[in-house]
């Protein structure tokens, strides 16, 4: 796959960990990103004529790829995210060998020709059946949080589908970004391109125009994409993040839960989109809650467990959060802007903190924090937890942490979010079996599981007459044979009454042969 072309302009890769530079990568120059478009747009007739069979073939050696390059892959996403070697083993490239797995068993079955009405279209005198038909060329803009598996996340399932893609991996982690260019080398040219830059390369990505959007990040960024792609009437597909929420309910098991919620909010240093900002804890087992999770916390080593932030802004959102709880009157009872390891020469450490006494006049609790900060809400009972839990902030993903199923249950029912989970959170955009997306400001449209594939197909519906003389009752002229027998058939579709529907039959069937027979 060849590189796009470069200026001399560079992003810079730099290590939270240290500070440090750790190398430049080159810019595509925005005015070039048109032709990158236009060279993936002419290989669409190609790629898409491979058979999906062919296509998961193909894109097996993106995986093996992977698999050969994984120590190289830990370093680099280590490196440049600044978060942990294991952190970026289970939760960046395991997670992606998983997606591409999966969708090479799936993808030839679920982008089949499907046959539809097969009771039904007969007596309408045609046979019909779905073609799902690629857009086109894709243009998947990603972030920086898990620079690896969300890449994968918001193109793979296109390239399966058929479409060609033009990645824009996030400006913050461009070396993972090169890392996933190495990876598509084995696809045919201009099938999978990377290209590299900020705001004004991905702009151009969404203006070239491309035929669909996949972005992954920000309700602020995404809004910005919306409006550029209406212009070209361009679809889009969008992950948006929020402030998801965890609700600790009476007869939970506190272990457990104490211990999924301490990793729900704290993995990768919070910057996860689903990791829990909010924890709602009904009053009667709050204390308790509030001494095991504690407790759990005490054993996050920072360096060991859980690495820095990985953007600097971050950090600084962070603070401004916390110090605003403070100041409003909330407490810290873990963790706080003291506890922190010291930073020097640009490191981006903030150790994980737990604040409480908070209320919705404090971002903390509203705010997405996309950091190492949970909220500790106590609540009287399940029913204000889910009041607050949709109301407070928004949720991508929400849990429930209950013994009892039907419970359970019946709380999902009731949370407004694109996920509910039940005693675990966080790991659902890893399960490529799952559609994975948000409702409103967290996001619209699914990736991941079929309904994700087919995000990226044009459903196309085929039909056919039953034979080339049959003709349509509602063709011209309409005569009197018409007009009773269409009255028939409403009456048959749409009468509560049995014996109605049954006379109707029988007089649609006396006039339908009549009126057909005027129009041949």
Known sequence: MPRAKTASQSLKSFNPRTGEVRKEIPVTPTAEVVEVVERARKMVPEWASIDPAGRARALREVRHRLHA?????VRIVSEETGKTPFEALAYDIMPTLLLLAYFEKVAPKALRRE???????????????????????????TPWNY??????LAFAPALFAGNTVVIKPSEVTPDCGELARDLLEPLPPSVATIIQGGGDVGAALVDAPCDKISFIGSPKTGRKICEAAAKHLTPVVMELGGKDSAIVCADADLDRAASGVGWGAFMNCGQTCTSIERVYVVDSV????????????QTIQQGDDVGPLTFKPQLEIIKRQVKDALDKGARVLAGGPEQARKNHNGSLWYTPTVVTDVDTGMNVLTQESFGP????????????????????????TASVWTRDKTRAQRLADRLRAGVVTVNLHAESPAAPWAPWGGVGESGFGRLNGIAGLREFTVPTHIERASGPNVGRMWWYPHDEATKVSMRALVDVLGSPETKERVKAAGTLAANALKSMKAKF
């Open 69 to 73: 390059r994984v120590d190289d892959a």
């Open 115 to 141: 046959r539809v009405g097969r009771i039904i279209g007969p007596f309408a005198g045609v046979t019909s059946h779905v073609d799902y038909r690629p857009f086109g060329v894709v243009g998947a803009i």
């Open 373 to 396: 900060v949970l909220a500790y809400v106590r609540v009287p009972d399940e029913e204000d937890a889910i009041r607050r839990a949709n109301e407070d902030g928004v949720n991508l």
């Open 286 to 297: 709050a204390d308790e809650f509030e001494r095991k999770l504690l407790e759990r916390l």
């Open 147 to 152: 620079p690896l598996l969300n890449c994968f």
